[in-house]
């Protein structure tokens, strides 16, 4: 049994759980007494990310803290020149603001790397930019058609530029890339755990699961490599959804009986739709730079079956819905699986939510549908400011991010990240929520933030009797931050320490030894 205390609170562990607060925990007389000079809170979940995608950005070529074209260029050159061979070079993720209307030229990659494929991914994972041997391996020409669901960008004269958007057009390409191998994979989980652990995250809804990462997820929990705790997203496809439900019910029961209490299955997840800077989110009324409404990835129809039958077998959904009419397609399909199927505890996801109809915000709270929403996006950065708000319009752009409107409505709040689009720190997402300059009015207030990045989220693993607060019972799932976040602005905070099931395992120490003590942390904070 430990006690932990900071100035002005006790917590009590126990067994893995908290088994008393206040003076009731010290009144028990512990022996074991960690003792911190900040301010103690439940550990934060993440409503929607992606840990492996987020582990695999530290390995390959580092772009993302390049903000110039050429010094992407000269980054991957820099790669090639390290890494020789013939081999596919691939990196994520670059800053799509950095060409005009995010059109990116095979031929700037071609000149530092001529002689071998070069596939990078988008910031927001919508987009993948190749050199020009990349487009040749795919067999991309100026006669190559359009496909279905994405769009491969043309110069004046017809031949591909060199960024492909969405599934199909980045598949072309990301199909011949070699898959990576297992070990990779759970080394990635690995790094992403380190990342959680000193942001204080224990819990994580991985939003986009294929199969090979059930494997690498089960891997590292059965080489105890696994630092945090996670439900898997296994990614429903418009093409063959049918085939995958029996598929994803034998993946939920193999984490089930395997994954330790670390590891689930329960969710399926829908992309409804792709992303406003690229003209692909799905939007009720068209561009207003371009005569389009986007680019749906399932028909209103479809994607209500699929919902419906998926709900039927007792999955919980969660939809990626950006644009409104993509908000709008997820809410009804929720609707109808409502309707079709027997009453059950189902939690119903929509992530992001960023255009939502002023018709359709009452109906998330109606419905019972939990608004996962990323905060670090409510504001007014170069991804807003120059592929946004142009493509919107100032009235649409003005809805965006209803945060404060939908809890008013009485929605269910819960906080992702949606890392590695966006940092994987909690508290940044925080600072953004209660401190909005743009659109003041979706503010929240420093309790309501708190709650959606804890509380909200563990409503959405359907685990609020688990963890998610400081209450007798619950997990000892515990972060230490530098301040009180109620008297200290937020941007001064900092996690200090975490413990998962009880078991400290981030404390943040001076540099060197911050990485003896993440190199000594190989067990996974499962319960023993």
Known sequence: ???LRTATQSVAVADNRIVAVGPEA???GIAEVVERPGFLLPAFGDGHAHPVLGGLERQGPAITVQSTVDGIVAEVGRWARDNPGDGWILAASYDPTLAPDGAFDARWLDAAVPDRPVALRSRDYHAVWCNSIALQRAGITADTPQPRLGRILRRPDGSPLGTLLEWHACDLVLDLVPRRSTAELVAALEEAGRVYSSVGVAWVQDAWVEPELVEAYLLAVDQ???LFRADLAQRADPD???EQLPAFAAQRER???HGRDLVTARTVKFFADGVIETGTASMLEPYVDVHSHGMPVWSPAELA???TAFDAEGFQVHVHAIGDAAVRAALDAVEHARA???????RPVIAHAQVVDPADRPRFAELGVIATVQPQWAQTDAVMTELTIPRLGP?????????ATLARLGTRLAFGSDWPVSPADPLDGLRVATSREWLPGERLDVAQAIAAQTAGVAWQAQAEHEWGELAVGRRADIVCLNGDPEHTPLGDITVTDTWISGRHIYAALTLGQEKDQHDKVRRSPSEE
Not at 340 to 346: F, K, L, Q, V
Not at 395 to 403: I, N, S
Request: glycine letters at 0%; one cysteine or more.
């Open 1 to 3: 049994m430990i006690l």
């Open 26 to 28: 010290e009144a028990l």
């Open 224 to 226: 105890e490599r696994l």
């Open 240 to 242: 063959r959804w049918r």
């Open 255 to 257: 984490c089930r009986r």
């Open 305 to 307: 079956e699929a919902v």
């Open 340 to 346: 079709e199927n027997p009453a059950w505890d189902r």
């Open 395 to 403: 009235e649409r752009a003005d809805r965006q991010y209803p945060f």
